[in-house]
């Protein structure tokens, strides 16, 4: 081992030998006074015969693999020292330099570059192939298909599905880098291309996006791995995993500046990239479509309370139980279509809806992830993420062709995912009591001929997180809760008092094609202005009715109509909010 580090100290004193060397004659050369041609022509022979020594020098350091646990920076960072590129480190990330302080176009490469490999190739597996490969990992788990604290998974279980060199990233004009296509907007599915964002190692060299497929649950695959129960390059079968029900291109799936936050072709991927899946590419859906029954005891209600009929089509008496007394009514379920979309952003548009530039954009993502993905700064050439955050589901309410159809009247309720009301009930807010409403309104319209749909977004907490929000509740609920406090007390703990960002939720809709809607099911006027600057058309806006507004989420729902959002029956001034108190804590034994 030594002496290999012997070796390549000794590669890299020579190049610096010879490039000392190299300068001296050339400014000498300089200086004499024979003819200008004769000076550029020995100039630039001297550069050739370097460029060539410096060739050669790379691949014998970038042979020595073994020279030390970490590797010296890396022969792609020294080609590139004398392009303009500066190292990571030369950029200071501060609030107060301009809004394009990132590398727009051009991100800098990591002063550590890809682990050196010989002709800067990139490694293969030591593994078998694909089809060779087990299902689950290189040594086998008990029984019962899971490792116990008594017999874990071996640390070496999956030492033969990856590279003994560990690719931190990689860089655009590497030696076998070559991405497959990827036009975004483009109108045939072959010419837009795959999505692709595996490292498998039939894709690591065509992949085109950054990131991992399946959002937040790629974590949740890394572990599964680690401890042997799946297999890295396991081949997905999609035999009739097709959609039950069709959401076909429409223009806004050509046009940029529609959709930049999510794949229009994801849910497709399996059946239009069939043969670049079959070559061996590892292709994954990032959306998908299902049917289903959807049954919640307030809609139970309604349906008794006359809000909407069994009609045996959209509304469904609901089965008897065993063991349901015969004189209890079983209630109803509501037959809905589905739709799972993970995101997949266009960097491009998404920095452009964000009114920021890519370079900014793409420096902020890979700090503030912790340096996860270093390809957002040295594969400018990348122009798709997938970010490690959940996605939306889609309920369709009737028939979903109605919802690109501008004759039909179409409901539509965005909705912001919140835990602690949607499935618990809590009073705190008014998000089940929204929901529920928002859900009838879109049965209504079904059974009045049109089609609904409720879009279900993961932005917990205003996109702040549970943990984050219920430091708010503590703060609100061990002071004064008056409406007049509500956003000052997310402030001062979050640093901002909404990161849900609504300039990419249209995208949605326009996949749907749902841009003429009838009756939108929201307040917010940051969700109406997204949709309406996006070109979506929206005739008539409902708010909460007061009847479903729970008492002890009144401070919400004021603070938020005083901030802009909209009531056609209250005007709340500043002074009106300082009334408007919530409850207190109650004490318990428990």
Known sequence: ???????????????????????????????????????????????????????????????????????????????????????????????????????????????????????????????????????????????????????????????????????????????????????????????????????????????????????????????????????PNHRPDYTNTEPPFDIPPNPSWFDPSKIVAMDPWGHLAPQVYRSEFESGVDIRPTASLTKAHIKMPELDKAQQAGVFPIDGKIVVKSIRLPGVAEDVDPGCEVSVSKAAVDPVWYLPGVAERLGVTEGALRRAIFEDTGGSYPELLTRHDLKVFLPPISGLTVYIFGRPEDLRDPTKEVTVRIH????????????????????????????????????????????????????????????????????????????NIAGVKDMRFQALMPDVLHWLGATNITNWISMSNMKHDAAVNSGITIKNRYELPEELIPADSRVEIDAKIQAGYFSATKQLTEDDLKHTVGRAWEDIDH
Not at 139 to 167: D, E, F
């Open 1 to 231: 081992m030594f002496g290999y580090r012997l070796e390549a100290r000794t590669a890299v004193k020579q190049f610096a030998a010879i490039f000392r060397g190299t300068s001296a004659l050339t400014f000498s050369a300089i200086k004499m006074t024979s003819s200008t041609d004769h000076i550029l022509s020995r100039i630039l022979d001297e550069l050739t015969e370097l460029k060539v020594k410096n060739s050669h020098l790379e691949a014998k350091v970038d042979s020595l693999q073994n020279a030390a646990t970490l590797p010296s920076p890396s022969s792609f960072a020294r080609r590139q020292s004398s392009t303009g590129f500066t190292a990571l480190g030369a950029h200071s990330f501060s609030p107060s330099q301009p809004a394009d302080f990132a590398l727009g176009t051009s991100p800098p490469p990591q002063p550590l570059g890809p682990p050196a490999h010989p002709l800067g190739g990139l490694p293969q597996t030591n593994g078998p192939s694909p089809a060779e490969t087990p299902e689950l990992g290189a040594k086998k788990l008990p029984t019962n298909g899971t490792a116990s604290p008594s017999q874990p998974a071996s640390t070496s279980s999956t030492a033969g599905y990856y590279s003994s060199r560990v690719i931190l990233t990689t860089y655009p004009g590497q030696v076998g880098i070559k991405p497959l296509p990827l036009n975004w907007a483009a109108q045939d599915p072959k010419q837009r291309g795959p999505v692709v964002a595996s490292r498998h190692p039939n894709s690591i060299r065509v992949r085109n996006a950054i990131g991992a497929y399946g959002g937040s649950y790629s974590v949740y695959r890394s572990l599964a791995i680690a401890m042997g129960q799946l297999n």
């Open 416 to 491: 912001d995912e919140c835990n602690g009301s949607d499935v618990f009930g809590s009073d705190i807010c008014t998000c089940r009591p929204y929901l529920l409403f928002g859900i009838e309104e879109c049965i209504k319209t079904a059974q009045r001929g049109g089609a609904g749909a409720v879009i279900y977004f993961r932005k917990e907490g205003r996109a702040l997180g549970e943990v984050t929000k219920y430091l708010v509740y503590n703060a609100r609920k061990r002071g004064t809760d008056s409406a007049s406090n509500y956003f000052k007390r997310t402030e």
